[in-house]
């Protein structure tokens, strides 16, 4: 039996429907807050995401899908989609639109990690892009939209951390500071980190494996942050607060990717273990010029479509169905059966017709076997007469309805 590649998974059954209603919810909310949707392709050059996620990431490291095109081109499967949208942004001379540029996006992404709840090899990421404006409100505005489309899911208990990595001016500085804090401790660090001791000593902040009590005892980079760095985390805390969302500061939030500057931020569930970023996102205002755009600050967040789901799926149980209506009839009365099944779909029910035929009695167990909610009986007698059988399958109740008074008595009886 050829199986799903490991790390992958079908997205079917009552987990469709979770999918579905959370991407509706994420779309409505960021169209509401002014976003429009880009579409980029799922391939890029190599070079795109070493550029902007980082050579000395673990994306870029360790994790990307590469490979050499039949015209020896080195293509990737895309990590992350933030790449792609400021790709697009100089590529296609977004900074001639009016700014900010407000994007978001839906779509899979790659990363050859090892799997495990909450991390596949192919996931789906939702997110939003804002380009060309510095100004903080719009890091609030943005983790605003985050905390708003999780609440309107019907997520609960999420807290969002937050924290500021400083820029190019003082967080050097303060990976000195940190190198030098780090240095006694170095041979205590796992052998990841003994790495990043010296190409991103920021890592060792969030890497799971080291010591809680040293990771506290570390100096803290909002300690060292320059006044810019420092006015504008002031002034997203005083935001956030005006807009009424919730945040705990936290240090040791740095997120993976090496483009960001200044605020950083992760919205966390306790619902989902070990991996419990529900979202993350940040601010990277030197990305479109890694990318040879002009000086064009930019921030964004990407929610984990799978893990969104199974946060919603573990806290509302019942996903609302909709009335569902299965048709029996006979031969003779095909044609009018089909007219009726038009009709009721394009008043939005679900209809099913009957495939296999036979008597009413093995219909209707066929409907029964669906869970319909009613079947619609289209019998030879009653259509000379203009009406139809109505059979609520729940109440076991049967009633003689004329076929123009079949929607309205559905509706009656929708709770
Ligand atoms: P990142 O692009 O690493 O900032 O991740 C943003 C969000 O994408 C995370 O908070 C997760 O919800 C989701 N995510 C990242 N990697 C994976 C993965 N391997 N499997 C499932 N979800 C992921």
Redesign the pocket.
């Known amino acids: 039996m050829i199986k799903t590649v490991k ?1 992958c998974k079908d997205i079917y059954g009552e987990d469709i429907e979770y999918f579905r209603k959370a991407e509706k919810v994420m779309r409505d909310t960021a169209r509401a807050f002014g976003f429009r949707e880009i579409i980029p392709p799922v391939i890029e050059y190599s070079e795109l995401f070493q550029r902007s996620v980082g050579k000395d990431t673990d ?1 870029v490291e360790k994790e990307m899908y590469t490979f050499t095109d039949k015209g020896g081109r080195s293509i990737t499967l895309r ?2 989609m ?1 790449a792609s949208v400021a790709r697009a942004y100089v590529e296609h001379h977004f900074e001639t639109l009016p700014s900010p540029v407000k994007l978001f996006y839906i779509g899979p ?1 790659f ?1 050859y ?1 090892r799997p495990q709840k ?4 192919e ?1 789906y ?1 939702f ?1 939003v892009e804002v380009l060309g404006d510095e100004s903080p409100l719009l890091d609030a505005e943005v983790i605003s939209l985050a905390y708003r489309i999780s609440e309107k899911s019907g997520i609960k208990g999420l807290k969002v951390r937050l924290n500021s990595i400083g820029c190019k001016k003082c967080r050097p500085h303060y990976k000195e500071v940190l190198r030098e804090a780090l240095k006694p401790h170095y041979e205590e660090l796992c052998d990841d980190c003994k790495r990043r001791f010296y190409t991103n000593p920021l890592r060792i902040l969030d890497c799971k494996r080291e010591k809680k009590e040293l990771k506290e005892s570390l100096p803290k980079i909002t300690d060292y942050l320059c006044e810019e760095c420092k006015s504008h985390f002031e002034k997203v805390q005083n935001y956030l607060k005006l807009m009424d969302i919730p945040f705990e500061l936290d240090n040791s939030l740095v ?3 090496d483009y960001y500057t200044k605020t950083v931020f ?1 919205v966390v569930s306790e619902d989902l273990g070990a ?1 419990n ?5 940040g601010r990277y205002d030197y990305l479109i010029e890694e990318l040879g755009g002009r000086h064009t600050p930019g921030l964004g ?8 789901v199974e946060v919603l799926k573990a806290q509302s149980k019942i996903i609302e169905k909709e009335t569902s209506i299965y048709i029996a009839y006979q031969d003779s009365t095909l044609k009018a059966a089909l007219d009726i099944a038009s009709n009721l779909r394009d008043k939005g029910f679900t209809v099913l017709v009957d495939s296999k035929g036979g008597s009413f009695g093995k219909q209707l167990s066929r409907s029964g076997k669906r869970n319909s909610d009613f079947t619609v009986i289209v019998g030879e007698d009653e259509l000379k007469k203009g009406t139809v059988q109505l059979k609520d399958m729940r109440k076991k109740e049967q009633k003689e309805v004329k076929v123009e008074k079949i929607i309205e008595e559905l509706m009656s009886n929708e709770s």
């Open positions: 790390g994306i990590p992350e933030t992404c990363r990690e909450g991390r596949y090899r996931f990421q997110g997120r993976g990717l992760e991996q970023a529900l979202l993350g996102g967040f990407a929610i984990g479509m799978e893990r969104f």
